[in-house]
C-alpha cells in the first residue's frame, strides 16, 4: 500500500464521522465509499520481476495504446504508449537496471491521456535510464484527472529492474522510448504489469554502436 492512501482514507473517515454527527449516518456513506476506494487505488503489489538480459519491463500497470517510431531530438525511437485507468495500479517501476542519468520535469496541460497530443503537451516527468548495455527514456505523463507526478529518486541513483521509483495519481499515461532496434514483444491492445511484463529486449550496447556506424557509412556513400 502506498502511504498517501492511508492519509486520503484517513481524511475521508474524518469527513465521514463528522457529516454523520452533523447530518445524518446516511450522509457519510459517500465518505467512507471514497475512503475504502483510495485504499484500492493506492494498493502496491509485489511482483515477479524477470531476469533476462536484455529485456525491458513495463514501467506502468495499463493498456498498450500505441507502437510507432517517433523522432526524438533528430534520432529515431521506437514509442510504446500505455494508458493508466483509475482502476490500474499506479504505482511506476524503473524500466531496466542502471543509474538514473537525468530528470526532467516538463510543465504542461492536462489533455486526456489517450490523446496523442499528451505526449508532447501535458505535465510530465521524463527519465533516463542508463544500464551496462542500454539506455532508456521513460516518461510520466499527467492525465485529464492526474494533478500529481511523484517521484522517489534522483539523479546519480541506481535503480533494479522493476524497482519502485514513483506514482502517477489516477488516470494518467507512460511512454518508453527505445532504439529502434529494439525487439517489441507487445502489440497494441495488450495489458501490461508493471515490473513484470516485458516490453522489448534490447541489443547490447556494442551492436547498437556498430549499427549506427555502419548506417553513417552507408549514408557517406
Not at 516485458?198 to 550496447?205: H, K, T, V
Request: with cysteine.
Amino acid at each position: 500500500m502506498v502511504r498517501d492512501g492511508y492519509f486520503y482514507a484517513l481524511f475521508l473517515l474524518a469527513a465521514a464521522l463528522l457529516t454523520g454527527w452533523l447530518a445524518s449516518p446516511a450522509w457519510s456513506i459517500p465518505c467512507v465509499l471514497l475512503a475504502v476506494f483510495s485504499l484500492w487505488f493506492f494498493r502496491d503489489p509485489e511482483r515477479v520481476v524477470p531476469d533476462t538480459p536484455g529485456a525491458v519491463v513495463s514501467p506502468a500497470d495499463g493498456k498498450v495504446t500505441n507502437i510507432s517510431q517517433v523522432n526524438v531530438d533528430g534520432q529515431m525511437r521506437t514509442r510504446i504508449s500505455i494508458f493508466l485507468n483509475v482502476f490500474d495500479v499506479h504505482v511506476n517501476r524503473s524500466p531496466i537496471a542502471g543509474r538514473i542519468r537525468d530528470i526532467r520535469y516538463q510543465r504542461g496541460k492536462y489533455l486526456n491521456a489517450m490523446n496523442e497530443a499528451c505526449a508532447e503537451h501535458n505535465e510530465q516527468n521524463i527519465v533516463t535510464v542508463e544500464g551496462e548495455d542500454q539506455t532508456v527514456v521513460f516518461k510520466q505523463i499527467a492525465g485529464l484527472l492526474a494533478r500529481r507526478i511523484v517521484f522517489s529518486k534522483k539523479v546519480g541513483d541506481h535503480v533494479r529492474r522493476g524497482e519502485r521509483v514513483g506514482l502517477i495519481k489516477f488516470g494518467s499515461r507512460t511512454d518508453i522510448l527505445l532504439s529502434p532496434m529494439a525487439k517489441v514483444e507487445v502489440q497494441t491492445g495488450d495489458h501490461v504489469r508493471g515490473g513484470a511484463s516485458i516490453l522489448a529486449y534490447m541489443p547490447p550496447e556494442s551492436e547498437l554502436v556498430g549499427a549506427a556506424a555502419a548506417r553513417r557509412r552507408e549514408a557517406g556513400k
